[in-house]
């Protein structure tokens, strides 16, 4: 969709009138240099993020799809657009932060797995109707011949509560058979922790796994079904490169991670201690799984990417910290800048296949980008703070992950993290949500910047989603920097928006500038976020974990 902005004198005055000659453009589809000029002509903050998430969510961007030429387009624009309210490049002296990425796209005539039954029975099964599969990047052919299998439970190693389902297994050079989730002994975030599937590779690798099988709940696949799950065979995953060429991946002897569909499960348990329908009840009861036993099958499964290395910039901007006992200090603001690009199917059928992204998340940029702005008009603050738009967010927090990794910081130390992904900016919101907040310092900070705006600090409310674990801050966790993640809160009006979006227009085409969103809320938005961002580089004291949290314990070691 197109967009035309009301205030058309303001772009024929801050562009070349050949620009505004005939017809208006809309701000999508004047290049970089025009439509950052027009932006920084408008004196007023709402019509400024309005014209942000325009350009930004236009066609023209295509999706903003990481590595794209739309996203390398929406990457330069969000550069000049800090530099234009006086940020300084944060990346060694650039604006970019070059991410290496490597795709892997799956060869589909690759995919096979047949399983061995105890009697010597080869059971061949085929590819989408009872299994998918999901090849290493290490090698563009992946192939587990005949192995040795075990059962692992939820694949869960997890001491401190007392629970391990690795105990007493010998992995090494046989494929792990697990379930996803995790039992219900932990947290809500705790266990959005060790539900990750990333994690369950590790864990198996480090034993010397060399495939896995991933088994679902009855509750899982209802919320999944069987035909959702395969509905995108050809889908592209991706991963940062590691300096010397590796793929970043949390279980590199892992060949291959195999799905199977429920119907043919009971061909891995053919002659073990317990059987499929066993093991089963026990997760669909949400207790601990039983544990770890060896099968009586063996598993062979093949898989093929064709992969291609690109690269797709992370946006740095820096404000240097006044105080020079805190400015080595950085606080860092991020938000991701990719989309999901574009859906071929629908174009294929004559439909409007761009996922144009306005919620997800051009508001969170554009009200990153008022932030900036914000900042470098008043008092610089004590500590140094780096304004972050990342790339491949939506392929696995890749760009965040590569940052928090790699941070352009010199010498400096990161001591806080406050990220802004999809805030839904439909109602007049009258609260704020900040995942993890409660878990360091950061909180109190939150509460007394808060006390000046009306605006309250509201709980989770939907801890059994752990959100905490799934946007990009959590990378920055993972390095042991205490982090919050800003939603707009969930009172007025909030909870029936955030899952009307959710349902109707998350990850669609129909998340685009036609959406009626509140661009003088996304102003009081940016407004809260500022003063959150500027308590942060300010307080005496740098945020630390509070004592005995899971997340500090574990990553931190505090």
């Known amino acids: 969709m197109k967009v035309y902005p009301a205030r058309i004198s303001i772009l024929c005055a801050a ?19 025009a439509a950052v000029a027009a932006v920084s002509a408008t004196p007023d903050a709402v019509e400024r993020l309005r014209m942000d998430v325009a350009w930004l969510a236009d066609d023209a961007r295509e999706g903003r799809e990481a590595g794209s030429r739309g996203y390398v387009d929406a990457a330069h624009y969000v550069a000049a657009r800090l530099e234009s309210v006086g940020v300084e490049p944060g990346a060694n002296g650039e604006w970019f932060q070059e991410v290496p990425l490597r795709s892997a796209s799956p060869v589909l005539e690759a995919a096979a797995a047949s399983i061995t039954t105890r009697d ?27 192995a040795e299998a075990v059962f692992i439970g939820y694949g869960v190693h997890a001491p401190a509560f007392g629970h391990d389902d690795y105990a007493n297994a010998d992995l090494n050079g046989k494929v792990a058979v697990v379930f996803s989730g995790a039992p219900d002994i932990f ?12 994690l369950k590779y590790k864990e198996a690798s480090d034993r010397g796994a060399i495939g896995m ?30 300096p ?10 892992i060949k291959a991670n195999l799905t ?45 990417v064709k992969v291609d290395d690109v690269t ?103 001591v806080a993290n406050v990220n802004l992904d999809m805030p839904v900016l439909l109602h007049d919101f009258t609260d704020v949500i900040a995942f993890g907040a409660e878990r360091s310092s950061i909180g109190p900070i939150m509460e007394r910047a808060l006390e000046q705006t009306g605006v309250s600090l509201q ?66 938005f940016a407004e809260i976020k500022h003063i959150i961002a500027d308590a942060i580089a300010n307080a005496p004291e740098r945020p630390r974990w509070n004592e005995g949290d899971f997340f500090g314990d574990l990553f931190a070691g505090e």
């Open 213 to 242: 099988v991933m088994l679902n709940s009855s509750a899982s696949m209802e919320s999944l079904p069987w035909d959702r799950r395969i509905a995108n065979p050809s889908y592209t995953s991706m991963s940062w490169i590691w």
């Open 459 to 524: 709980p989770d409310p939907i801890p059994q989603l752990g959100i905490f674990t799934r946007s990009d801050h959590y990378r920055f966790v993972e390095q042991g920097v205490p982090s919050i993640f800003l939603w707009t809160g969930f009172s007025n009006g909030g909870e029936e928006s955030f899952w009307d979006f959710y349902r109707n227009h998350y990850h669609r085409p129909s998340d685009e500038i036609t959406l009626p969103i509140r661009y003088d809320q996304l102003a009081r």
């Open 244 to 253: 010397d060429g590796r793929a970043e991946t949390s279980g590199p002897n």
């Open 312 to 414: 797709s910039p992370n946006v740095v901007g820096l404000i240097p910290g006044a105080d020079s006992a805190r400015a080595d200090e950085f606080v860092i603001l991020t938000g991701h800048l990719d989309h999901t690009g574009v859906n071929q199917r629908l174009v294929a059928e004559g439909k409007d296949g761009i996922n144009n992204g306005a919620m997800d998340n051009a508001v969170g940029i554009a009200s990153l980008l008022e932030v900036a702005r914000r900042l470098t008009a008043g008092e610089p603050p004590a500590r140094s703070v780096l304004i972050v738009a990342v790339t491949a967010e939506e392929k696995g927090l890749l760009g965040a992950d590569y940052f928090a990794h790699f941070p352009t910081i010199g010498d400096g130390e990161m």
């Open 187 to 198: 947290d809500n975030e705790s266990r959005a922790h060790f539900n990750s599937t990333g």
């Open 15 to 33: 562009v070349s009138l050949a620009a505004c000659a005939t017809s208006a453009p809309g701000v999508g589809e004047l290049d970089t240099a």
């Open 120 to 146: 010597g029975s080869v059971h061949e099964l085929k590819h989408l109707d009872d299994f998918t599969i999901r090849a290493s990047m290490s090698s563009e052919s992946s192939r587990v011949e005949n």
């Open 260 to 304: 199977i569909h429920p119907d043919k499960a009971a061909l891995l348990f053919d002659g073990a201690e317990q059987s499929y329908e066993t093991v089963l009840t026990a997760v669909d009861a949400e207790g601990e799984a039983p544990e770890s036993f060896d099968l009586a099958v063996r598993i062979s499964m093949a898989g093929g």
